[in-house]
Antibody
Framework: QVQLQESGPGLVKPAETLSLTCTVS?????????WAWIRQPPGKGLEWIGS??????LYHPYLKSRLTISVATSKNQVSLKLASVTAADTAVYYC????????????WGNGTTVFVSS | DIQLTQSPFTLSASVGDRVTITCRAS??????LAWYQQRPGKAPKLLIY???SLEGGVPSRFSGGGSGTEFTLTITSLQPDDFTTYYC?????????FGQGTKVEVK
């Protein structure tokens, strides 16, 4: 059974880079599927951030200039880096699996909370 | 971006009720719509994909319908675990977008 687990620092200072990792177990990310990041600000709705399919990425246009999503196949991990963060980036960050050609999210991690504050 | 508008924002109901949540898209998305359930403090859970396909393991009291710009999520015979928040998501055109959510609360 595939499981996803997000990890990373819970507190990031403004203007710094937020770095998160999603560790996938029970499935090899080399075998396919897209791997997505979604976030949810406190008390608000869900926002897709970006996705990666092996070496190919798709980013939300308004985050594209600050965002890097990559895969480490040897570690079976997906990573997210978001540069120049502000308080508006405070959120619960989820990683999720997306089928190859249907971009809904069928398996989700538990999420990790990130606060941006000095 | 394709905007999704859910209605109502909040729905008050009782155990055993049949309820319907609507999701309207700002342009046609064919059948490329999913529904999720999110309990407080938990990750979303996929219920329905391709507008009407039930995800494995999801109770049959959940059903989805619609195409184009108007979609529905229906829960027949509400159970205590169903009182929570539901989101729709379109995957017709990137960026993939979500509705603002509908909270189903106890009347």
């Amino acid at each position: 059974q595939v499981q996803l687990q997000e990890s990373g620092p819970g507190l990031v200072k403004p203007a710094e880079t937020l770095s998160l990792t999603c560790t996938v177990s029970g499935y090899s990310i080399m075998s396919g599927y897209n791997w997505a990041w979604i976030r949810q600000p406190p008390g608000k709705g869900l926002e897709w951030i970006g996705s990666v399919y092996l070496g190919s990425t798709l980013y939300h246009p308004y985050l594209k200039s600050r965002l890097t999503i990559s895969v480490a196949t040897s570690k079976n991990q997906v990573s997210l880096k978001l540069a120049s963060v502000t308080a508006a980036d405070t959120a619960v960050y989820y990683c999720a699996r997306q089928p190859d050609t249907d971009y809904y999210m069928d398996v989700w991690g538990n999420g990790t909370t990130v606060f941006v504050s000095s | 971006d394709i905007q999704l508008t859910q209605s109502p924002f909040t729905l008050s109901a009782s155990v055993g009720d049949r309820v319907t949540i609507t999701c309207r898209a700002s342009q046609s998305i064919s059948k490329w719509l999913a529904w999720y359930q999110q309990r407080p403090g938990k990750a979303p859970k996929l219920l329905i994909y391709k507008a009407s396909s039930l995800e494995g393991g999801v109770p049959s009291r959940f059903s989805g319908g619609g195409s184009g710009t108007e979609f529905t999520l229906t829960i027949t015979s509400l159970q205590p675990d169903d009182f929570t928040t539901y989101y729709c998501q379109q995957y017709h055109t990137s960026p993939w977008t979500f509705g603002q959510g509908t909270k189903v609360e106890v009347k």
